[in-house]
């Protein structure tokens, strides 16, 4: 196994310290537009899972905004990191090396939430929440389309 193999697993996993959901919501606009990934994912070939998926991104970007949302650190919130970034993770590795391509991107995602949370607060504190969440919305967002597309034509 080279690194490189499993590069697109890592930086999906960067993408879910971030928005735990995106990562899934990459995936599954990708699979709408017909595009397949390296590795056999086929629980987002599922309608109901595919366009939740998508869903779920797309609130998660709002919910983000409210005031009473909680730290990306907290239990539940590293669960779906945890769980994005490992699905993911594993439709972006070659075939055959899923389950590496899962762990990478978990072992990816875990402690970069903890090191986006601190630059998120930075930026909250300097221009505020809403603008310091649309900025990282952008950059996410856009990071996790640009993995997604290269990853599924390469």
């Given at each position: 196994?080279?690194?490189?193999?499993?590069?697109?697993?890592?930086?999906?996993?960067?993408?879910?310290?971030?928005?735990?959901?995106?990562?899934?919501?990459?995936?599954?606009?990708?699979?709408?537009?017909?595009?397949?990934?390296?590795?056999?994912?086929?629980?987002?070939?599922?309608?109901?899972?595919?366009?939740?998926?998508?869903?779920?991104?797309?609130?998660?970007?709002?919910?983000?905004?409210?005031?009473?949302?909680?730290?990306?650190?907290?239990?539940?919130?590293?669960?779906?990191?945890?769980?994005?970034?490992?699905?993911?993770?594993?439709?972006?590795?070659?075939?055959?090396?899923?389950?590496?391509?899962?762990?990478?991107?978990?072992?990816?995602?875990?402690?970069?939430?903890?090191?986006?949370?601190?630059?998120?607060?930075?930026?909250?504190?300097?221009?505020?929440?809403?603008?310091?969440?649309?900025?990282e919305d952008a950059l996410i967002v856009a990071a996790g389309a640009a993995i997604v597309a290269l990853a599924v034509?390469?």
């Amino acid at each position: 196994m080279k690194l490189p193999d499993l590069l697109f697993s890592a930086l999906i996993g960067a993408v879910a310290s971030a928005r735990s959901m995106t990562p899934m919501a990459s995936i599954a606009a990708a699979r709408v537009l017909g595009d397949r990934t390296p590795g056999r994912l086929v629980l987002l070939d599922q309608p109901l899972v595919k366009y939740g998926a998508l869903a779920m991104g797309v609130g998660e970007l709002f919910g983000d905004k409210m005031k009473t949302a909680p730290d990306r650190t907290v239990f539940l919130g590293l669960l779906a990191r945890v769980m994005s970034a490992g699905i993911a993770g594993a439709a972006l590795a070659p075939r055959g090396r899923e389950q590496a391509g899962a762990a990478v991107a978990v072992a990816t995602a875990v402690p970069l939430a903890y090191a986006t949370l601190a630059a998120r607060k930075q930026a909250m504190a300097r221009i505020g929440q809403t603008r310091s969440g649309l900025i990282e919305d952008a950059l996410i967002v856009a990071a996790g389309a640009a993995i997604v597309a290269l990853a599924v034509r390469r």
